[in-house]
């Protein structure tokens, strides 16, 4: 772990000095900063993301400002779709129940079709719907960039609805979380999914290559895949039984409860490691080409889910795939999958940090869950903070805030956007580095015991649900009994932030 630590330190003056002064580091030289930290997990290549989070978009405003309601509620989906390995195109049909707790009459619904975004079309990445139904009869729609609309409904208030439709996707030629290259094919954020109607309205806010805006309600999924028998696939849930095979074709079945998405990840030569760990079976997705990495993921992989489950709480799945890859990013998390991107020159230490931060999203995110886009600290900076426990490095984690004070932890992913490139690198060091370092603070302000303690009542909490800024503020100050406020705003945590 030294070399790491030891380079934070160097990192932290570098960007700062970078970010402030203006200072003329070469593009190259500041994105090695950036990817050299800790703050790696996304971006080794910012400067070539492209900047397509604009503003924070909101679609409707709810009725009553002020309702604390989140919905839909208990969403299930059931899916079937087929994958074609020879043409990266999937179809599907897709059955999504839930129930309106939102509002009368809900008139609107509305779903992120992620596929869409732009950096996937050069690529020839798509995603589309059709015949789409609501309570059986076909409903009125219409798609606008990543959000699909559909109107003229009216759902009566507590009451379940089912929405059907068909989709197809074609996945771009890109070495993403959803994308293929050679055999492997990355399935994050693929199918169309719910949006989150909260007191702000619907949330349709735009793919963020650098990070992500990702927000969604826990809930079930049934989904059964099938494509060429050869693939080797990993998925969040847990495969029902052996695959039905048919001739060429395998169909596997899996099936996934209180999770707020669902992601796969194939490849025929994949190799699969596996072992237990305080009852979670643990599977390591692997080829030949990176076998020399599969001992550390599973090693890293078990210690983080015992090390955080007693800190914050017990991993609350049966499953846990971590798989191999090679994005243009250091890792991905989605529910019970991680994507670790691996490369030759990677160390084994890298590896496993990168594991443990991705492991961590599970509990901040996966469990916890929040709006990445509104919020991305409530998720990017508790990983970084258990990547740094797993590292035994917290004790590096004491970065200073970066001299623009416009920067805060609870920015929005669109006010960092809004400043382009230096807005995406100061999105990295302010909310992994320094968001890090914050949590880190609050740990030395109220001591070992009460922190760990109140990490758990917030999971307690909010276990399978969504937290806000104000959330975990008050969660802290009621295990702790402490007047937060002035740690929470000296150190850029401003609930204010959320609106
Ligand atoms: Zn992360």
Do not use: C
Request: proline content about 4%.
């Amino acid at each position: 772990m030294i070399k790491k630590t030891a380079l934070k330190k160097w990192i932290a003056g570098a960007a700062i000095a970078a970010l402030t002064a203006g200072l003329a580091l070469p593009a190259e030289a500041k994105q090695e900063t950036y990817s050299a930290s800790k703050a790696a997990y996304k971006g080794t290549s910012i400067a070539d993301a492209p900047l397509l989070a604009s503003k924070s978009r909101r679609v409707s405003k709810g009725k009553n400002a002020g309702d604390d309601v989140r919905g839909p509620a208990d969403p299930s989906y059931k899916m079937d779709v087929v994958y074609d390995a020879k043409t990266h195109k999937l179809t599907g049909k897709m059955n999504v129940s839930f129930k309106n707790n939102v509002k009368d009459n809900l008139s609107e619904l509305y779903f992120n079709l992620w596929g869409r975004a732009d950096v996937f079309k050069d690529k020839g990445g798509s995603m589309d719907v059709s015949d789409i139904r609501v309570n059986g009869k076909k409903a009125s729609f219409q798609v606008k960039d990543t959000a699909l609309h559909i109107s003229n409904l009216s759902l009566a208030k507590n009451k379940a609805a089912t929405v059907t439709m068909n989709f197809n996707v074609s996945f771009p030629k890109q070495q993403d979380r959803f994308g293929w290259y050679g055999d492997t094919v990355s399935m994050g954020n693929w199918f169309p999914i719910l949006s989150v109607y909260d007191e702000e309205g619907w949330n349709v806010d735009p793919y963020f290559n650098a990070g992500e805006s990702f927000y969604s309600l826990s809930g079930k999924y049934d989904v059964k895949v099938t494509t060429d028998r050869k693939q080797v696939i990993a998925a969040t849930g847990t495969e029902q039984g052996k695959p039905a095979v048919d001739g060429e074709l395998a169909t596997h079945h899996y099936k996934a409860e209180n999770v707020r998405d669902f992601a796969m990840e194939m490849n025929p030569t994949y190799k699969i490691l596996s072992s237990k760990v305080h009852g979670v079976k643990v599977n390591v997705y692997y080829d030949d080409k990176y076998a020399k990495y599969a001992a550390s993921l599973m090693e890293s992989g078990k210690d983080s889910i015992k090390l955080f489950s007693e800190k914050f709480g017990k991993y609350p799945w049966p499953e846990l795939d971590v798989v191999s890859m090679e994005g243009w990013f250091g890792g991905m998390e989605y529910p019970q999958l991680v994507m670790i991107s691996l490369s030759e020159n990677r160390t084994q230490e890298w590896v496993k940090s990168v594991n443990a931060h991705e492991i961590g999203h599970q509990w901040f995110y996966g469990i916890i869950g929040d709006n990445e886009f509104d919020e991305p600290w409530l998720d990017e900076s508790f990983a970084s903070y258990a990547a740094a426990l797993y590292d035994n490095s917290l004790d590096q984690l004491n970065v200073p805030p970066l001299p623009e004070s416009y920067y805060h932890v609870t920015s929005k992913v669109s006010d960092f956007t809004a400043r382009g490139n230096a807005g995406i690198n100061a999105y990295y060091y302010t909310i992994y580095d320094y968001g890090a370092t914050t949590i880190n603070d609050l740990r030395l302000e109220v001591g070992d015991d009460a922190f760990y303690k109140a990490m758990k009542d917030y999971f307690n909490e909010k276990k399978f649900g969504i937290s806000t800024t104000k959330d975990f503020i008050a969660a802290m100050e009621r295990s702790t009994g402490m007047d937060l406020t002035p740690f929470f705003r000296e150190h850029r945590v401003f609930p204010s932030d959320q609106y």
